[in-house]
């Protein structure tokens, strides 16, 4: 019994967690609870109609009693009937418009996560759960909510139309019920683990197949195929192994509870049922119809205990799903403060005594560092791969939080700051960036919507991406493929800080953006970034010296830490790492970025 009320209080559990989308839906809710209500009582007159057939009619020959009972039969199918037919349309529209409002709210959460969680993220397992597990939540209001609560309430009422006609009998078949729970219950636990693992691994699947089908290139190039067949082969009879089991628990729970039911209870009913009839305690219609009650508890009692397995089954995706939907979206996370009224005097970003690890079990990735951005400024972060350059943006972006020390964006803690403003003050361009499958002009107008075709075509010239697209067919127009197929690195680059150019962002983070481009090109886009108003900020993390050489202020990072800060010059005349990190590049293309500093 402790075990069916865990049931129950969890089912509850789940469906309060969507109220916000049950609600709209509820007097769809109360008109399903109404045709279950008919269709109960519908169903509970049939097994009459059939003693009064017994009884008068086989029995007493009462062949008047027959048209009733034939009248009575065509009522009760037409009524049920139109009663069903209600009940599908009311009820497929029900579940169709939550799932829909789950769904919706789920990417919405998505798409409103801190930014923190971005990183932790399994693209397969969130694509599960907008795709799958969305479907357990179709299961627990149309079978979990409703049809249990209908199973439930005709188990009862079976239950006592039993006990009207024979107590006796009833009480036999009743002993039986908690060895049904029982049984379900045992190899629920079981079922719900065997789920569980199933999700896991579904999840990585997706991930992986999802990874592998977009890097189809390195897969070739690499020589990977034979691997990823062997991975592919290995996640599928992993799956096939869990899957198998899970079928067997439900085939074991089925062939169990049929045993119970129609072989030992059945049984003894009749032999007991017999009994009573000898004895002049019951009819032979009042037997009949007994049994009838017995079938439909029977029947009754196996839906709900399929209905609790399946439950066990959907328990994990409903979790995940629940969990998601109850995370509070970024926005709400922060206590806002406003902007100082005269922000030029402070310094546009500032860290104090950052430390930060990705891996608490793991050494720092960043020791104590501290320093400052004035506006307007052009700095450069720089240093050997891994000393933690990129990780210093991810802070900067607040993708990821400081272990110690504070971050400040225009004189406020970067924790204090709306998820929006902050996006809106920062603009970056990371070496593979982001492009989606739409026209040139869709593309870079993404950064500022409002922006007019010229502001557009100003950006792209800027970015040096003028003769490219006048090359093309159809110009700004064109639709260069999922991610940004049809362009070279180098191209998606530009259209990257062409995008950054156009955007009203303040803050402009370059993270080896021109890596790609030849040197011709990335001289003239530094000089367009070196020609940008006062009132934006630049910092340059780049591997080549002629990028950041003219930058008013250098940090140099060596394992984590601040090695040394300040001009080139100064660096390149006191600092041995400084200068083994560029002595191959120097003086590549910088002078044309210096004559346009100033
Ligand atoms: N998501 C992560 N989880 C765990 N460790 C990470 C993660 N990202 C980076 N690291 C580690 O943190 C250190 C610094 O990485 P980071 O990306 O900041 O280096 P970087 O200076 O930008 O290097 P590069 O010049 O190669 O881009 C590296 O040792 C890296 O292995
Ligand atoms: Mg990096």
Not at 180 to 195: C, D, H, M, P, Q
Not at 476 to 494: A, C, F, H, N, P
């Amino acid at each position: 019994m402790k075990k069916l009320q865990h049931s129950i209080r969890l089912k509850l559990h789940y469906i309060k967690a969507f109220k916000a989308e049950l609600q709209p839906r509820r007097y769809e809710l109360g008109m399903l609870a109404g045709f279950k209500v008919l269709l109960l009582g519908l169903g509970l007159v049939s097994p009459l109609l059939f003693k009064l057939l017994i009884d008068r009619v086989i029995v007493q020959q009462d062949l008047k009693a027959l048209w009733l009972i034939c009248s009575g039969y065509a009522a009760v199918y037409i009524m049920q009937s139109a009663v069903t037919g209600g009940q599908t349309f009311v009820g497929n529209k029900f579940t169709n418009r939550v799932t829909f409002a789950v769904r919706t709210a789920l990417w919405d959460r998505y798409l409103n996560m801190p930014l923190s969680t971005y990183c932790q993220l399994n693209t397969g397992d969130l694509k599960g759960r907008i795709d799958q597990d969305t479907d357990a939540v179709d299961r627990l209001f149309k079978v979990q909510l409703m049809e249990y609560a209908y199973s439930f309430a005709y188990l009862l009422a079976g239950a006592a139309m039993m006990a009207v006609f024979s107590w006796k009998l009833a009480l036999v078949a009743l002993l039986m019920v908690p060895v049904s729970f029982w049984i379900t219950s045992k190899l629920g636990i079981r079922a719900r683990e065997v789920s569980t693992s199933y999700r896991q691994i579904y999840g990585e699947y997706e991930g992986w197949l999802q990874q592998s089908i977009q890097s189809w290139r390195e897969i070739k190039i690499n020589r990977m195929e034979k691997r990823s067949s062997l991975k592919f082969t290995g996640y599928w009879h992993a799956m096939s192994k869990v899957f198998f089991q899970k079928e067997m628990y439900w085939f074991l729970n089925r062939v169990l509870q049929e045993f119970k039911d129609l072989f030992i209870t059945r049984m003894n009913l009749y032999f007991l049922g017999g009994l009573l009839i000898f004895h002049g305690e019951m009819t032979i219609g009042g037997l009949l119809v007994f049994m009838k009650y017995y079938e439909m508890l029977f029947t009754q009692l196996r839906a709900i205990n399929d209905f609790d397995m399946q439950f066990n089954g959907d328990v994990p995706g409903l979790e995940k799903i629940s969990s998601m939907l109850a995370e509070t979206p970024d926005t709400k996370n922060t206590t806002r403060v406003k902007p100082a009224a005269d922000q030029n005097h402070l310094p546009v970003l500032q860290f104090k005594n950052v430390s930060f690890y990705y891996n608490v079990e793991g050494s720092a990735v960043l020791r104590d560092i501290s320093f400052a951005v004035q506006p307007g400024a052009r700095i450069a972060i720089v240093g050997r791969s891994g000393s933690g350059k990129s990780t210093i943006i991810k802070l900067m972006l607040r993708i990821c939080q400081p272990f110690h020390g504070s971050i400040q964006l225009g004189g406020r803690e970067l924790q204090q700051i709306g998820e929006a403003e902050l996006r809106k003050s920062f603009g970056v361009v990371m070496q593979n960036p982001a492009i989606f499958n739409m026209s040139i002009l869709e593309n870079v107008k993404l950064a500022r919507p409002a922006a007019s075709t010229a502001e557009i075509k100003e950006a792209c010239r800027l970015a040096e991406m003028e003769e490219y697209i006048g090359k093309l067919t159809h110009g700004y127009d064109t639709v260069i493929g999922e991610k940004g197929v049809q362009l070279s690195g180098g191209q998606k680059q530009r259209l990257a800080l062409a995008r950054v150019l156009l955007s009203d962002a303040k803050i402009i983070i370059l993270d080896e953006a021109t890596s790609m481009l030849d040197h011709i090109t990335e001289a003239a886009v530094h000089q367009t970034f070196a020609k940008l108003p006062s009132d934006r900020t630049v910092i340059i993390i780049a591997h080549r010296l002629s990028s950041v050489m003219y930058a008013d202020e250098i940090l140099l990072l060596d394992n984590g830490q601040i090695a040394d800060q300040g001009k080139h010059q100064k660096l390149w005349m006191e600092n041995t790492l400084y200068r083994l990190l560029f002595e191959n590049g120097a003086g590549s293309s910088g002078p044309v970025v210096a004559a346009n500093r100033t």
